[in-house]
């Protein structure tokens, strides 16, 4: 059997559009599900969209720093932003699975992103 677990939601910290604008060159920092299940890592992906909802950007993040820190961060290393001008970020988790010995099956997590950000750069 396959037991299926939806992980409490990514929150974008940064950049918000609140926090705007933003340096050209953003890092992203976000939440890390605390309900994460214990020893085991994953990527995030951060995908950055503009204002024609194009994607520009996607990294595989996987953290440094061990998951009980509950944040990480990356910097945007894609093609230059330009002032002025919307961008959203969305960060999740795709599913993974893996093998609980201990309910003998195997057990699908997945993180979605409380909500896409939009942002936009200093000029």
């Known amino acids: 059997t396959l037991k299926q677990v939806a992980l409490e939601k990514i929150k974008t910290l940064s950049p918000t559009s609140e926090q ?6 953003p890092t ?4 890390i599900p605390q309900d994460w299940p214990s020893g085991y890592d994953t990527r995030f992906y951060v995908t950055v969209y503009d204002d024609l909802s194009r994607m520009i950007y ?4 996987s953290p440094t720093s061990p998951l009980d820190v509950y944040k990480t961060k990356a910097v945007y290393e894609g093609p230059k932003l330009e002032p002025g ?3 959203t970020v969305h960060i999740y988790v795709p599913g993974f699975s893996v093998f609980d ?6 057990v699908s997590y997945t993180a979605m992103a409380d909500a896409t950000t ?3 750069v200093n000029s």
């Open 20 to 25: 705007s604008p933003a340096d050209a060159t």
């Open 28 to 31: 992203f920092e976000w939440t």
């Open 58 to 61: 996607l990294k595989y993040v």
């Open 85 to 87: 001008k919307k961008y």
């Open 101 to 106: 010995s201990a309910l003998l099956n195997k």
């Open 118 to 120: 939009t942002f936009w």
